[in-house]
């Protein structure tokens, strides 16, 4: 069982730069694939970035490649996105996951434990 826990989130000015973190309980964080995900108001929730077990492998959606970073840190059992340039479409509720075994990352349906959110809201 892995319990997740996002922060970081808040509102910011188009251009501007945010850092989430989610929080793992637990001493198997570094089995699991991390992913992030948003949902903005009136859409389904959509892929962002993944970041395989030892963290020598991403993923990013087109929508977010060259302005958000994904990292983390098995020591701290922690997932970070950074997230640069942001735009007013970038707003949404922002979740990490967790998946023990992953083929294909951007699909929500192979993570098997995901957060609460956090809100980013971006103004223009």
């Known amino acids: 069982q892995v319990q997740l826990v996002e922060s970081g989130g808040g509102l910011v000015q188009a251009g501007g730069s945010l850092m989430l973190s989610c929080a793992a309980s637990g001493r198997t964080f570094s089995t699991y694939t991390m992913g992030w995900f948003r949902q903005a108001p009136g859409k389904e929730r959509e892929y962002v970035a993944a970041i395989s077990r030892t963290g020598d492998g991403t993923s990013y959606a087109v929508p977010v490649k060259g302005r958000f970073t994904i990292s983390r840190d098995n020591a701290k059992n922690t997932v970070y996105l950074h997230m640069n340039s942001l735009k007013p479409e970038d707003t949404a509720v922002y979740y990490c996951?967790?998946?023990?075994?992953?083929?294909?990352?951007?699909?929500?349906?192979?993570?098997?434990?995901w957060g609460r959110g956090t809100q980013v809201t971006v103004s223009s």
């Open positions: 996951a967790a998946a023990l075994s992953v083929r294909y990352v951007h699909q929500e349906q192979e993570y098997d434990y």
